[in-house]
C-alpha cells in the first residue's frame, strides 16, 4: 500500500500507519554501531524542527539550506520544513565555497543546516560575503565550532526550540493551509557547462512522481533499501522518498565510499546507483576470478554463460527457458552466484534501479546473469527523476533505458531531441525566466538536450546532443558512448574523450594507480612516481592492446588512436568534475592543453 499524501504531513501519516515499527537504520557521525529509529520517532522528531523553525521566524515558502551528507537530521529537517510549508534547498556535501556563497545569495537562504567540520569550516568562510545568512546549524556534535561564531548552534539545541511543540497549534494551521503548488524543493544542478541553475520542484511533482512511479517500481515495505547516492541528487531523493511511501524501511549511508562494507553488514535488498557502482562491482569480481585457480575461472566462466542465456537470451525477451537450461541455472544460481551475491551483501537482493549516465551493455549484461535485478531508467532532475524505466518481470531491452512511466508524454523532434511534457516536469528554474523559457518549446514541452528514439514502447538513448562532436573529417563521434565501453576496463578509472574539429578520436585517461602499480611490479618496470608510471612505454603498449580489444566494434573513425594517462585524479577543486562527479570537458581540455595538443603532433 502507498500513503501518497502532501509531504507536509506524509511522515506523520506514516508514522499513524506503521507506529513503532523500524523505519531508519544508521550511523553516528563517526560511530561504526548500526543504530535504528522507528516511524514514530522520526515524526516526533520531524514536529520538533517543525516548532523549532517557527520560533526562529521562518515564513511560509522561505527557504532553508542543508549542506550535508547523507543523516538521519537531513530527512529530519526535510519533514520538518515540509512541515510549515518552508522550501529545503539541498547543497552536495563537496560543494565548494563559490557554489555555496551562489545559492545561499540566490535563495536569500537564513539557515543554513550543515554536516561535518568540513561544511561548517566552508559555510563559515563565506558567511561575510552572504548578507541573508543569519545561522548555521551543525549536525554533528563533534564539530568545533568557531568561539568568534555566536550564530552558530549545535542541532540538539536548535531541537529545544522546539521541545515539547509549543508553536503546533500554528504548524496545523499551516499544514491545512499547504497547497500542491507550493514549492518543496530548489536543487541547483552543478551542470557540465556552466554556472548551478535552481530547478524548481513543486509538492505536484513529488505527488505526481510517487504515484506514477507506484504503478512500475515495486518497493514494498519488506525491502530494505540502502540510501548510496546523495539526497541532493534527484534519483536519489525521488527514490528515497518513494520508498517511504511504500513503508520500507532506509539504510542511511552517510559515507559513499563505504558503501560495500555497508552493505556486507546490513543487507539492503535494494539500492539505487549509477552505472559506476556496477562498473566497479563487474571489475572486482572479473578481477577475482583472474586471479583463481584455472577450474574456478573454468566455472565461473561457464556460470556466466549459462546465467547470460537463461536471464538475457530467454527471460528478457519473455521467453520461457527450456526446462534442462532453468534446472543448470538454478544450481548455479545456488552455488556460483549466491556465493557473489554474498560477497555484495546482497544476499536477499530485490531489484536496483540504475540511472545517471549510459549503462555499458557488457555491464548489465553481466549484473542480469548472476541475478541480480537491474532496473536501468532515465531521468533529469527537471523531471523529478524517471522518464522511463525497466519493468521487473517484464521484457527488457539492453540497450534501453526502460518503458515510459504513466502520465509523461514524450515525442521527439526533428532533429533527434527527446521532449517531455507531464506533471512530473518541473514549472522552471528559480529566478530565471531567461533559461525557463529557453528551456521549453512554444508548445510547452520540455528539451532534455538527449537524442533518443521510441521502439516497440521502450526508449533509445543516442547521445547528448549538447556533446555530440564533429571531427574535422566531418564525422559525428558520441563521446559518452565510447566512454561508457572503455570504462568498463579494470585498469580506467575515468576517462574523457577528445574529437571535437580534431583528426581522430584521443582520450585523457585517469588510470587505477594501483592496479597500474601492482602490473608495473609483476613486469618488472622500474617506477619512481605516477608521472613515470603513466609514461612508461610498456605500460602504454598494455593499455592501448586492452582498449583496442574494446573498441573493436566501433566504426574505425569512433576508435580511440592516442590516449594519454594522466598521473593525477581529476579535481572538483579545480573544476574539472561537478558534484556528481560528471566530467567538465571544457575545463579538462583548458586544463589539460598541452597533453591533448602533443597527441595531435605528427608523428
Known sequence: ??????????????????????????QDFGGKEWKSLSWNQVSQTAMQVSNALLNLGVKVQESIGIFSQNSVQYLECDFGAWG??????PFYATSSEQQIQFMINDAKIRFLFVGEQEQYDRARRVVSLCPTLERIIVFDPLVHISSHDPNALYFSDFLKLGENLPRQTEVETRQKE?????????LYTSGTTGDSKGVILPHSQFHAAFEANNKCVPVNEKDRVMNFLPYTHIFERGWALLSLTKGATMIVNTHPQEVQQSMRETHPTCMSSVPRFWEKVYMGVMDK???????QRKLFKHALAVGRKHNIEYLSLGKKPPMALHLEYEMLNRTVFSLVRKELGLENAHFFPTAGAAVSPYVEEFVHSIGINMIVGYGLTESLATVSCDHLGEPYTVGSVGQPIEGIDIKVSEEGEILLKGPTITPGYYNREDLTKAAFTEDGYFKTGDAGYLKDGELFLTERIKDLFKTSNGKYIAPQMIESKLLVDKYIDQICIVADQRKFVSALIVPVYALLEEYARAHNIPFESREQLCADPQILEMMKERIDTLQQQLAHYEQVKRFTLLPHHLSMEKGELTNTLKIRRRVLYDNYKAEIDKMYEES
Open 1 to 26: 500500500m502507498q500513503i501518497n499524501s502532501h509531504m507536509s504531513v506524509l511522515i506523520h501519516d506514516l508514522a499513524k500507519q506503521y507506529g513503532d515499527r523500524e523505519m531508519l537504520i544508521y
Open 84 to 89: 510549515i510549508r518552508a522550501v529545503t534547498i
Open 178 to 186: 499547504a497547497s500542491f503548488d507550493d514549492i518543496a524543493n530548489i
Open 289 to 295: 576470478i583472474e586471479h583463481s585457480s584455472a577450474v
